[in-house]
């Protein structure tokens, strides 16, 4: 294969790569079908021009999926070859879990699988973003992820901002926006199996949630078995330079996370005198995500979160951010936490689109020459 | 063949072009090394064979100079008028962005291999080795669309203690030793004394007028800032009134992102329009200075030799010219001059050559000459 021609800009962080002692806090969230089959048809199971042999279907029943807060204190590459000086981030993902078969050349879906797609996330560090989006095709925006401080294990305030566009017009300036607010208040501790034993229905994502974050102090097997890493699709996508709807390069990426040496995991139910709050700022940069993602409805008027209200805009030198934007809230079902060593690895293309037909190209040239 | 792209209103690729009204740059001009430039070329300009190619990369010996420039960009719109591909609002009507710039340029000259080439493909272009922007939007457009090595960088400028005068700054994410944390910490500090006419002196008669005596230089110069709008009229359009740009742009394999599945040679054009409060400083009193501690070392070496121990971890450099002005800027005209045949792995099918090598000038007469398209 053709060498890749690296360079400062290009030292970023190379997969694969492992997160030391890393905070995880996800939050339950449950969306409608829609969501999840609009997501999957216009970005997995479409024409571009050909198919991909794969077919991505929302799983049966209710559909949940995680918006997860993640704080990497340290995280280094270890592929061989490349630098693996070590970077801290934080973020904050979307991701659902779905079913993906395999589609013969008969049209049959065969070989169902589950898999988790991660729509959009945002994170802190540009080095981590780049990689993210020109490596595994990540949907990743830069962003400030301000994590309060001081507060106790089983609580947690996160703010994310980002620079954004509050009502879409020619004369519109691009700001630096309140995006989402995520408050847990301290208490609210629940035993996952009682639990359960109330919500049958989400007794399926459970199980996979435990899949998600392996097993406490052990290394998860990568493949078969209850425990195994989850396999992580992305759409990694580049616009062409001259013809805006048109990609240079589109392929379906797997990836593979999984963690270990797992401790201080925690389930938390948000009732209504322990509500966790989760808040999207509702600006038109965000609206679309929002509303076809997560299936939040528009806010009708200004809903400042109650934290905001009482503390002055906070920023970290660039300016402040403007929270004054009217909020929508999301509904958490479950939140957890847990610290845990990360690892993650990209498993292979699965499919480059056009490919096909480049293929038969240059069939067709060699027939004629 | 086409691929369609996927779009949705948070999608990060604003596509070009785009237009800056009232841009404010302050250019510092020093002397290339040549050796660094040539160099540079060779690794990112011309890869593989001469023969496979059809061109050569070289530094413009006409006009060795480095240009180092800060852009203040109050309004950044994007001035595409397609249709948009997705259902929400149209870039061009969702509001525009500011931002500030900083970047290294070079001019260097693609030569063609062949007689054809050499004379409908041999231009002169320029390249930029080091560019940083304050906003994230811009940073991973320009990596991603036009394969600029954009760096998300802290840029700060303001009027210095004397009047007229400038000052700036450049803190980027690095590592300042290996195995250290990456921490964002100050990269570049400029600071020049007042504009000229300065109550601290003349300029020696060797420095600024020395370089704009010279033809070629001047004419350098003319290349970025248009010289006061004059030179297009001038000369009837036969020297460059743009600042057309080349970069490597490459997509790389996710399961082996040593190994690239995309590579290809990307042009387009910066054009000055409206150049206004033309100012220049006395390069005597321009202080510019590099840090060249862990990984910053590695920016600075792509373009200038850096000694092994300098002090305090700082590499100064000694500008031949520095000035100031105001423009407006019309950015577009991409181009793939060059597509690099790429081995993508045994699974899938090699990308062929392909070229779109025409200079400029010659563009309108190949479309005479070249049969017509079916």
């Known amino acids: 294969m053709t060498q890749f021609v690296s360079s400062f800009a290009t030292d970023q962080l190379v997969p694969p790569w492992v997160s030391t002692g890393c905070l995880t806090?996800?939050?339950?969230?449950?969306?409608?079908e829609a969501n999840v089959r609009n997501y999957l048809s216009k970005y997995f199971n479409g024409p571009y021009p050909d198919r991909a042999p794969y077919e991505y279907v929302p799983l049966p029943g209710p559909q949940?999926?995680?918006i997860t807060f993640a704080q990497h204190p340290s995280i280094r590459s270890c592929a061989p070859g490349q630098p693996s000086d070590p970077l801290s981030f934080s973020e904050v993902l979307w991701t659902f879990p779905v079913r993906r078969y395999d589609v013969t050349t008969d049209n049959l879906l065969i070989r169902p699988q589950i898999v988790w797609?991660?729509?959009?996330s945002f994170c802190d560090n540009a080095s981590v973003v780049f990689a993210s989006r020109e490596i595994w095709g990540a949907d990743m925006a830069i962003a400030t992820v301000e994590q309060q401080k001081g507060l106790k294990p089983d609580q947690l305030h996160i703010d994310v901002a980002i620079e954004g566009i509050r009502k879409f017009s020619p004369r519109s300036v691009s700001e630096r926006l309140g995006c989402m607010h995520i408050e847990k208040r301290?208490?609210?501790r629940v035993n996952l199996g009682s639990f359960l034993k109330e919500r049958p229905q989400m007794r399926g994502f459970a199980r996979l949630v435990q899949n998600f974050r392996g097993r406490a102090g052990k290394l998860a097997p990568r493949t078969g078995g209850p425990m195994a890493a989850p396999e992580l699709d992305n759409l990694k996508q580049f616009r062409d330079t001259c013809n805006m709807g048109d990609a240079t390069y589109r392929a379906i990426v797997a990836s593979r996370a999984w963690h270990t040496d797992v401790s201080g995991l925690a389930f938390y139910e948000s009732t209504d005198k322990r509500k966790i709050d989760m808040d999207i700022m509702w600006s038109d940069s965000i609206a679309e995500m929002a509303t076809t993602l997560l299936g939040v409805v528009p806010p009708q008027k200004q809903g400042l979160p109650q934290r905001h209200k009482d503390a002055a805009p906070r920023g970290d030198g660039d300016g402040p951010i403007d929270w004054n934007l009217p909020s929508a809230p999301i509904g958490v079902a479950l939140a957890f936490s847990f610290r845990s060593n990360v690892h993650f690895q990209v498993i292979d293309t699965l499919y480059t689109y056009g490919d096909r037909d480049r293929a038969a190209l240059r069939a067709t040239s060699a027939l004629k020459s | 063949m086409t691929i369609p792209y996927v779009q949705s209103s948070a999608s990060q690729e604003v596509p070009p072009p785009y237009y800056f009204p009232g841009v404010t740059v302050n250019a510092f001009v020093w002397e290339a090394q040549m050796d660094?430039?040539?160099a540079y070329c060779d690794r990112f300009f011309n890869?593989?064979?001469?023969?496979?190619?059809?061109?050569?990369?070289?530094?413009?010996?006409?006009?060795?100079y480095a240009m180092l420039m800060f852009m203040q960009y109050p309004m950044m719109i994007c001035s595409d008028d397609k249709e948009n591909v997705g259902s929400e609002v149209e870039y061009s009507n969702r509001g525009y962005v500011s931002q500030a710039e900083v970047f290294v340029a070079f001019p260097v000259v693609r030569y063609g291999a062949t007689a054809a080439n050499l004379v409908f493909g041999t231009a002169m272009e320029w390249a930029l080795p080091f560019i940083v922007v304050g906003n994230a939007m811009s940073a991973v457009c320009g990596r991603e669309m036009l394969g600029l090595e954009k760096l998300l960088a802290d840029i700060r400028m303001q009027e210095g203690p004397y009047p007229g005068s400038f000052v700036a700054s450049v803190h980027l994410p690095g590592w300042p030793k290996a195995g250290a944390q990456q921490r964002v910490t100050p990269f570049l500090r400029v600071s020049t004394g007042p504009e000229l006419p300065t109550y601290r002196g003349s300029p020696a008669a060797s420095s600024i007028w020395s370089l704009l005596q010279s033809r070629e230089a001047g004419w350098g110069i003319d290349e970025v800032a248009n010289f006061a709008n004059?030179?297009?009229?001038a000369t009837a359009g036969l020297a460059p009134t743009g600042m057309r740009t080349v970069s490597l742009r490459q997509i790389r394999d996710a399961r082996d992102p040593g190994k690239a599945l995309y590579q290809a040679l990307m042009s387009c054009v910066t054009r000055y329009s409206n150049v206004r409060e033309f100012r220049f400083y006395n390069e005597a009193n321009v202080d510019i200075t590099f840090s060249t501690a862990g990984s910053f070392g590695d920016i600075l070496r792509l373009f200038h030799d850096v000694p092994a121990n300098t002090p305090g971890m700082k590499h100064a450099i000694e500008p031949k010219a520095a000035f100031r002005f105001?423009?407006?800027?019309?950015?577009?005209q991409m181009l793939t001059l060059h597509t690099f045949p790429v081995d993508r792995g045994p699974r899938l099918a090699p990308v062929p050559a392909s070229s779109n090598l025409a200079a400029p000038w010659a563009r309108p007469w190949l479309g005479l000459l070249r049969p017509e398209r079916r």
């Open chain 1, 25 to 32: 806090w996800s939050f339950v969230v449950e969306v409608t």
């Open chain 1, 64 to 66: 949940f999926g995680l």
């Open chain 1, 117 to 120: 797609v991660q729509p959009f």
């Open chain 1, 186 to 188: 301290p208490g609210g």
């Open chain 2, 36 to 38: 660094r430039i040539s």
């Open chain 2, 47 to 64: 890869l593989g064979s001469t023969k496979e190619r059809g061109f050569v990369y070289k530094p413009a010996s006409a006009w060795p």
């Open chain 2, 230 to 233: 004059l030179l297009g009229v």
């Open chain 2, 326 to 332: 105001q423009a407006d800027i019309d950015f577009g």
